[in-house]
C-alpha cells in the first residue's frame, strides 16, 4: 500500500504515461490534469490520499459534486462531468495496472450520458439559397463547389464520402452515384435532376481547367492546384456559401446530410429506404430523424386542428 499523499503522486505518474507512452496531445493532456486535480482536490477534502483507499462511493460522490459545483467551483454540465469520469476512470485503471490498488472501483461507474440531441435540418428555402451561393459566378471553382453542394444534400454522402468520389463512382446515364461509407461498405444512391446536372456541368465544363499537367488520377472533385479536395476545404466551400446565402445558424456538412433525410421523411419517404440511402447499419440510428418529423406534425397540428388546443 502507498505512503500519505500517493494519490497525487500517481496522478503525476499516470500524466506522464499519457504524454511518453500514449503520445497524448498537450491540449488533451492539460484537459487530464485540469479534471485530475479537481479530484485529488475532492479526495482530500474526504481524508483520502492513498489510491487503495478510494471506494466506488467516492467515485460516485464525486460525479455528483461535479454536478452541484461548490464555492469554488460552478457546477459542470452533463458532457463535462462524462468527461470528468472518463479521466478519473482511466487513473484508476492504471492504478489496477501498476498493481498500486487489488480492483478497479469504478468499473461499475458509467459517465452520464448527455441528452440526445435531435439533428438540425435546414429549411428547404435556406437549403435552396446555399446551393445558389455557391461560389463565385462564371468559374470553374463556382460548379465545382455547386456540384459539390448538390451531392451533399441530394445524395445524403458524408464529407468523406463526396471528397473521397472518383470519376468511375458517377453514372451519369443511370443517375445514381456510388458512395462508399465506413468500413468500406459501398451503397448505390439515385441522382436527382438538380445534383446530375450540376455534377455533369462540373465534369465537363470545368474539372478540365482544374486538371494538372501531370494528371490529376481519378478524383472528382479537385482543388485549384489539381489534387483531390481535402474534407477541410469541403467544409470551407459550405461554410462560404452559407455566410453568401446570409444564413445565421452554423452549417456544417451534415446539416446537410440531417436535411436530406428530414426532408425524405417529410415527403412521405419510408424511414428503411432512408436507412438505405444513408448507409445505416441499423434502422435504430435512422429513427432519431423520425423524431424531427413527429415534431414539426406536432408542431403543425397544434397551430390547425380546431381542437388541439383548449
Known sequence: MTDGGAVERVVAEYLSHLAVERGLAENTLASYRRDLR???EFLQGAGVADPASITEEHVTAFAAALRAGDEDHQGLGTSSVARTVVAVRGFHRFCLREQLVTNDVTAAVRPPRPASRLPKALPLEDVEALLTAAGEPGTALALRDRALLEILYGTGARISEAVGLDVDDIDLEQSSVLLTGKGSKQ????LGSFARDAIEAYLTKARPHLTSAAGSGPAVFLNARGGRLSRQSAWTVLTKAARRAGLTVDVSPHTLR???ATHLLDGGADVRV????????????????????IDKLRETYAASHPRALK
Request: charged letters at 10%; zero cysteines; hydrophobic letters at 35%.
Open 258 to 260: 440531417h436535411s436530406f
Open 38 to 40: 479537481r479530484y485529488t
Open 274 to 293: 432512408v436507412q438505405e440511402l444513408l448507409g445505416h447499419a441499423s434502422v435504430t440510428t435512422t429513427q432519431i430523424y423520425t423524431l424531427v418529423t
Open 187 to 190: 451503397r448505390i444512391v439515385p
